[in-house]
């Protein structure tokens, strides 16, 4: 690794680098000939860590907003989150219910939620060309619309075939959820922040996922199970009222900086105010629009009359639906980190529906005989185990890899956040086991909730680490391959949904824990190698890295 003092100028934050608009335009400073991922944090004069990227010279580029503008947006995101994977996972506290009131049985709702799951695995790759293509806003407000007349139906629904229907239709619109948000993450936080953000997002998905099931057996019982579906349309009604009105759009959409010739004399003066209507002026700025003309100047000062546009476009680029949708599996097996993180999550997934699926069933057998609202309560021990789990993968992340960067000549490796990963592979299996071998014994309630929250613990800790792997590694196409990512994920759920009865049938519940957990740890280990070699990978990648981007812009 070449020291700082051999570093040419464009590596070293607060540089002189040449006044040419390549430069200038850069999204980092690091070198072509360094891997995707490798980038100097440097240090500010106060002894913080310099940001990285690099905020870009466009007026309304999101890094450049101040922190409530950020704080507010991530807010209306996270809440969205929450709300999607509460709608996609409360409903299996109600399936005792569902059998009793409308004679559905567990072989159709088992067979609706593999078809919820399958729904999310294709949703990713209509929903993110979209919104790469036409911006954020587009796809959160119509899913959102999309979530609110699903949940109202599923409050009147009264057949199995308008259950399997609402499900898959809520996984084809709900796949967003696991993409959009790192998209945001990705558009409005340096790297130093995002584990934390990957945190406080993975939190969301917990209470969504862990918590709302809680509340919503409450309500099951004391007001019945169409009053769930209720109360998450007012909630998702409110969400949406929310996104119209206060989601700002993060996705850049301005002139190229390319087209415009700058000078080192109209870049030394003031350029804009991002937070108004209007742009500060001065001698060099006013000669500076003259320059480019009033319509280019339109569009690069685009800021409060332009964030809340339904549709963003990017001037010039035309949707490719066809090319996107080969990069996504050009991604997913040409790629290393991709393919890391695709089986990661996907195995979390699956085995997450593993546990829920026979908890929903076994749990309300001898001897538990749990009914809606103990059940529910049997999901505060996954959501305690995911809070912690969060806090390790997120800001202790952050922390811990920076601590590892400036012991490395301040030069960031994505692979140092790995290490945060290994208490999540120890972790899953044997949550999965403890959870299993417990439930199929027939001990004390308690013991298996300890095996949940040790699962919860490390699919959080595993979950938050990989995703801001992937970020930091290929964070200019985070969105296409975060596609492939939620493909592999929801796929493995969906295959092992539909054949975990017959898995049981075959080797017994006790066994097919056995298998599951070792399953489970076959595919956390690659963590291993992952951290070894991760690096001699990235460099493999480059060009075509470097390609995907140039065909992009």
């Avoid at 360094?34 to 980038?39: A, D, E, L, Q």
């Avoid at 309500?219 to 349309?233: D, H, L, M, N, T």
């Avoid at 300890?450 to 979950?463: C, D, E, K, R, T």
Wanted: net charge positive.
């Amino acid at each position: 690794m070449p020291s700082a003092q051999s570093l040419p100028p464009a590596y070293v934050i607060g540089a002189h680098a040449p006044h040419n608009i390549a430069s200038l335009v850069s999204n980092s400073d690091v070198d072509h000939n360094w891997p995707p991922g490798t980038v100097r944090i440097g240090e500010a004069q106060n002894g913080s860590i310099s940001h990285e990227p690099k905020a870009s010279l466009e007026p309304n580029n999101p890094l450049k907003w101040s922190k409530p503008r950020k704080g507010v947006n991530f807010a209306i995101a996270c809440f969205y989150a929450l709300m999607q994977f509460t709608f996609l996972d409360i409903g299996t506290m109600i399936w005792t219910q569902l059998n009793t009131e409308l004679g559905i049985s567990i072989e159709i709702m088992n067979a609706s939620f593999g078809a919820n799951t399958a729904g999310l695995a294709i949703g990713c790759f209509v929903l993110v060309p979209i919104a790469l293509n036409y911006g954020r806003r587009i796809v959160y407000i119509s899913t959102t619309a999309i979530q609110f007349a699903l949940a109202v139906w599923q409050a009147k629904m009264t057949t199995a075939v308008e259950l399997i229907m609402i499900n898959i239709i809520s996984g084809l619109v709900g796949a967003a959820a696991e993409v959009l948000v790192q998209m945001t993450i990705k558009d409005i936080f340096f790297l130093h922040q995002r584990a934390t953000a990957n945190g406080i997002y993975i939190i969301m998905v917990a209470t969504g996922t862990f918590l709302a099931p809680v509340a919503a057996g409450y309500s099951a019982v004391a007001q019945g199970w169409r009053w769930i579906w209720w109360w998450c349309a007012i909630f998702i009604g409110v969400n949406l009222v929310v996104f119209i009105f206060l989601y700002e759009e993060t996705k850049s959409a301005c002139v190229p900086l390319t087209a415009i010739e700058f000078t080192p004399e109209t870049l030394s003066g003031p350029v804009d105010n991002f937070d108004s209507k209007e742009p500060r002026r001065s001698p060099r700025h006013a000669s500076t629009v003259d320059h480019i003309g009033q319509t280019q100047h339109a569009r690069i000062l685009r800021t409060s009359r332009w964030r809340l546009a339904l549709i963003t476009r990017t001037p010039g680029r035309s949707i490719r639906f066809l090319y996107l949708f080969r990069r996504f599996f050009v991604l997913l097996f040409t790629f290393p980190a991709v393919t890391y993180t695709a089986v990661i999550y996907g195995a979390i997934l699956a085995w997450f529906a593993v546990i829920l699926s026979t908890m929903s069933v076994y749990f309300t057998y001898e001897p538990y005989n749990f009914n809606d609202t103990g059940l529910g309560l049997l999901n505060l021990a996954p959501f305690a185990g995911s809070v912690l789990g969060a806090l390790c993968g997120g800001p202790l992340n952050d922390w811990f890899s920076m601590k590892l960067a400036r012991r490395n000549s301040e030069i960031f490796e994505p692979e140092m956040r790995l290490w945060m990963a290994l208490p999540g592979v120890a972790a899953t299996p044997a949550g999965i086991w403890l959870f299993g071998f417990t439930m199929a014994e027939g001990l004390p309630w308690i013991v298996p909730c300890v095996g949940m929250a040790l699962f919860g613990f490390g699919a959080a800790v595993i979950g938050d680490t990989s995703l801001t792997y992937l970020t930091d590694c290929y964070a200019d196409i985070v969105g296409d391959a975060l596609v492939s990512v939620a493909f592999v994920r929801n796929a493995f759920a969906t295959i092992v949904v539909i054949v975990l009865q017959p898995w049981i049938d075959a080797m017994g519940l006790r066994g097919m824990f056995i298998t599951a957990g070792c399953l489970a740890l076959a595919t956390l280990l690659p963590t291993v190698p992952m951290i070894i070699w991760g690096k001699k990978m990235r460099i493999k990648t480059a060009k075509r890295y470097n390609a995907m981007i140039n065909a992009k812009n």
